[in-house]
Structures are given as structure tokens and as C-alpha cells.
Antibody
Framework: EVQLVESGAVLVQPGGSLRLSCTGS????????MGWVRQTPGKGLEWISF????????HYAASVKGRFSISRDNAQNSLFLQMNSLRADDTAVYFC???????????????WGQGALVTVSS | EVVLTQSPATLSLSPGERATLSCRAS??????LGWYQQKPGQAPRLLIY???NRAPGIPARFSGSGSGTDFTLTISSLEPEDFAVYFC??????????FGGGTNVEIK
């Protein structure tokens, strides 16, 4: 069974930094392209970042570009999101999600983690 | 960026009724649109891919249609477990991948 498990809920101050992690199991990690999607009550679901199966290609939403950085360690079956210069409007539940790199539905997320609540507040 | 607009925001129906949800794209996305279901406290689950194809394990009462800019998700007869929020997402023109704002299907 495919499982993605994010690190736990976190409270961080505005302007602070945080690294989220997501660990995969039940599948060959380096065959999945992965991303982060966040959810707030006001804005619904928002895709924020993508990384290719090898880690060589990354993409970001405009709202986080220059502040967030996505990476992966295939040897450790892990995905990361380094979040810097955090703001109150980054408060959200952050999901890691993936699809098989050879999937004919590339771009739609087949697998999701349970989500990690990130609260940015003083 | 492709903007997806879902309507209605809320749909109040009874079990056994038919639900019709709409997703409109700001530009053509061909057939490259998917639908997800999300229940409280859970991650989204992929229901429909490429406008009209059910994902593995999805019941036949869920169907999708449309192409270009107008898409529909239909639930033919609502079961109690179908009351949830539904999102559309396009994969035609990215980055960025974009989602609609969601439709909450609630019990009347």
C-alpha cells in the first residue's frame, strides 16, 4: 500500500523558517514525481511546488517562489519543503502528493499524505 | 495561469438524488481535467481523470463529462458517503497546476 506521511504540526513565528518532510513507503520512491499542495479555509487547494523523480527539475507557484525550496532524497524515500520568510498567509495544511512518473495522467495526484498543519503566528 | 471556477459553491441534496457539479476553465484545457473528493480531516481522493475516466475503485455512480472549458461531475444517486467537498484540477497548462474553489455537497 502506498503511503505518504508528513512531519507533524508546527507553530512558527512570522519571518521564521521551517523544513517540512514527507516519507514514502509501499512504492518505489524514485519512480514518483512529487509535489506539495496546501489548503486554507479561505483559498481551498493551492499547488505550490513540484519536483521530478530525479530531483533535477523543480517548479514553484508564484506565491512561494524565492521563499520555498523543494528537494528530495531518494535514498531515504523522503521529500522536503524548505520554507523561509514565512508569513501569516502561509498558514495552511500542507499535503505532499505524488504520481507515477510514467503515468498517462501525469499532473493529477494519485497519492496524498494526511497533511501537516503549519501555523505562522507570533 | 488557468483559473478554474466551480459552481455552485454549495449543493444541498438528499440521499438518492442526482448531483450535478460544474467546473469552468478560463481557457481551454482540452480533456485534461480531473475531479477529487475530499471529506473532513482527509486528503483529497482522485475520482475522475481526463474529464470522463473513473480512477481505479471509483463507483460507477460517479461520471464526468466535458472538454475545452466546460466540465461536469455527476453523481447519479447520492449515497450517504458521497456528502463531501469536490474539487476540479487541470493538468493541461502547467506550471502552475490549478484547482477550482470546490463545491460542498451537503445533506439537505
Amino acid at each position: 500500500e502506498v503511503q505518504l506521511v508528513e512531519s507533524g504540526a508546527v507553530l512558527v513565528q512570522p519571518g521564521g523558517s521551517l523544513r517540512l518532510s514527507c516519507t514514502g513507503s509501499g512504492f518505489v520512491f524514485n519512480t514518483h514525481e512529487m509535489g506539495w499542495v496546501r489548503q486554507t479555509p479561505g483559498k481551498g487547494l493551492e499547488w505550490i511546488s513540484f519536483v521530478s523523480s530525479t530531483g533535477t527539475t523543480t517548479h514553484y507557484a508564484a506565491s512561494v517562489k524565492g521563499r520555498f525550496s523543494i528537494s528530495r532524497d531518494n535514498a531515504q524515500n523522503s521529500l522536503f519543503l524548505q520554507m523561509n520568510s514565512l508569513r501569516a498567509d502561509d498558514t495552511a495544511v500542507y499535503f505532499c502528493a505524488s504520481w507515477y512518473y510514467g503515468s498517462h495522467t501525469r499532473g493529477l495526484f494519485d497519492y496524498w499524505g494526511q497533511g501537516a498543519l503549519v501555523t505562522v503566528s507570533s | 495561469e488557468v483559473v478554474l471556477t466551480q459552481s455552485p459553491a454549495t449543493l444541498s441534496l438528499s440521499p438518492g438524488e442526482r448531483a450535478t457539479l460544474s467546473c469552468r476553465a478560463s481557457q481551454s484545457v482540452g480533456i485534461y481535467l480531473g475531479w477529487y473528493q475530499q471529506k473532513p480531516g482527509q486528503a483529497p481522493r482522485l475520482l475522475i481523470y481526463d474529464a470522463s475516466n473513473r480512477a481505479p475503485g471509483i463507483p460507477a455512480r460517479f461520471s464526468g463529462s466535458g472538454s475545452g472549458t466546460d466540465f461536469t461531475l455527476t453523481i447519479s444517486s447520492l449515497e450517504p458517503e458521497d456528502f463531501a467537498v469536490y474539487f476540479c484540477q487541470q493538468r493541461s497548462i502547467w506550471p502552475p497546476l490549478t484547482f477550482g474553489g470546490g463545491t460542498n455537497v451537503e445533506i439537505k
